[in-house]
Nanobody, 122 residues
Framework: QVQLVESGGGSVQAGGSLRLSCTIF????????WAWFRQSPGKEREGVAY???????VYADSVKGRFTNSADNYKKILYLQMNSLKPEDTAMYYC????????????????WGQGTQVTVSS
């Protein structure tokens, strides 16, 4: 059984930075998909950033150049460094993991965290 626990959310002013963390507890294999999604009230869930076991990353156009995804595979922690935050980045951010590789920003991940709130004020 895989469990994901996010941390690092909070409130920040526009232009500020936050770093989210997602720790995997339980079984994790070498080939995987690992991603961040976000959802704000009244909007559909949006894929934000993806990383795989080869270190390949995919980002949503809305965050390219501002967000950086990285993983410590030994510690089984996924990080999302968010810089130059904008009010439109305000959302609940979810970590997602799947034992299948190559899912990128598709939403059909098997395991999800509980979410961490990010609020950006103007």
């Amino acid at each position: 059984q895989v469990q994901l626990v996010e941390s690092g959310g909070g409130s920040v002013q526009a232009g500020g930075s936050l770093r989210l963390s997602c720790t995997i507890f339980g079984y994790a294999r070498i080939s995987f998909s690992w991603a961040w999604f976000r959802q704000s009230p009244g909007k559909e869930r949006e894929g934000v950033a993806y990383i795989d076991n080869y270190g390949g990353s995919v980002y949503a156009d809305s965050v390219k150049g501002r967000f950086t995804n990285s993983a410590d595979n030994y510690k089984k922690i996924l990080y999302l460094q968010m810089n130059s935050l904008k009010p439109e980045d305000t959302a609940m951010y979810y970590c997602a993991y799947d034992l299948r590789g190559g899912l990128q920003l598709r939403g059909d991940y098997s395991y999800w965290g509980q979410g961490t709130q990010v609020t950006v004020s103007s």
